[in-house]
């Protein structure tokens, strides 16, 4: 009830500030999948632009049964579309399928879909000329765990010697991301886990969670390596525990793969909560738009 309080007291705020920010250009319900759910809105910048943009997609929570690109009458995530494409980054906002329609690797599945439409697509001029190399992805809670999956499960062909993951990409930032499921949970985010993982078995759910794919994987690939592929890790000061256990947890495991023990970039967003630092972009709290927006420009410049 917490959230939904919170999804409705800043739906109301950004719509209040609709009339007087900055509108991108959006094309909406852009099919990347067979399922219903595997669609895609893309932000643009009105202004034209001779050279190609970087490009981030969003992919939103919603504790792996809820959550929608379009939320209270539009205005959630719209705010995350406006506000970054009013400073130059096409975006793309991405629904996925949701339990009880998927069960894991699922929700890693569609993030690669939604990854190889950008790479086919993006540079297209109708979607605003973006650099499909050039691309961020950005995970808030549940989606975190979506691109988790997607880059860290070991069949996948990058984990072999010299390869490069595909699509390419320029950063990865996980914004409140849960790693794993050690800790005691909600009673309704257990069920939905054990959905999701199609087990009851905890040990088997820590194995297919995001710490649990990292603890499999060999030291020292490049996606380990944040001066090759950026990695950007945020919590809100206000994060539920199991946010942060897993947070910590999973940057520990990261440095002991890293090469050299390189950290991840890490920040926490004061006075926020696991709702209200998302939905604060593109309002006068500038300090998570302005925090990803730094990082987006930094990476895409490497």
């Avoid at 069960?103 to 993006?122: C, F, L, S």
Wanted: aromatic share 10%; hydrophobic share 35%.
């Amino acid at each position: 009830m917490l959230r939904k309080a919170f999804r409705q007291i800043y739906g109301r705020k950004h719509q209040n500030l609709n009339p007087t920010k900055y509108h991108g250009l959006i094309t909406e319900n852009i099919s990347y999948g067979p399922h219903q759910r595997n669609v895609l809105d893309v932000y643009t910048p009105v202004e034209s632009s001779a050279s190609p943009r970087p490009v981030m997609m969003y992919i939103h929570g919603g504790e792996l049964v809820a959550g929608d690109k379009s939320w209270y009458k539009g205005s959630l995530y719209a705010n995350i579309g406006d506000y970054f494409t009013s400073h130059g980054i096409i975006t793309v906002i991405i629904n996925y399928r949701l339990v009880p329609d998927v069960t894991y690797p699922g929700g890693g599945d569609d993030v690669q879909m939604a990854r190889e439409w950008v790479y086919h697509n993006i540079s297209k001029t109708k979607f605003g000329n973006g650099d499909p190399r050039r691309v961020i992805l950005v995970g808030h809670s549940a989606g975190g765990l979506h691109i988790a999956t997607n880059l860290y499960e070991s069949e996948k062909p990058e984990f072999e010697v010299g390869a490069e993951p595909f699509p390419p990409m320029s950063g990865i930032v996980y914004i409140s991301t849960p790693f794993s499921f050690d800790t005691i949970l909600p009673e309704h985010n257990q069920t939905a886990l054990r959905a999701y993982y199609q087990t009851n078995d905890i040990d088997e759910i820590h194995d297919s969670s995001p710490i649990g794919l990292v603890e499999a994987l060999p030291a020292n690939l490049p996606i380990f390596d944040p001066r090759k592929l950026p990695c950007l890790i945020v919590l809100a000061q206000y994060d539920p525990q199991e946010i942060q256990d897993s947070t910590f947890s999973f940057i520990d495991e990261y440095r002991r793969k890293s090469p050299q023990g390189v950290l991840p970039e890490f920040m926490i967003v004061a006075g926020h909560n696991h709702i209200s630092h998302v939905c604060s972009i593109g309002t006068e709290d500038d300090v998570q738009g302005r925090m990803l927006r730094e990082f987006i420009n930094k990476s895409c410049s490497r």
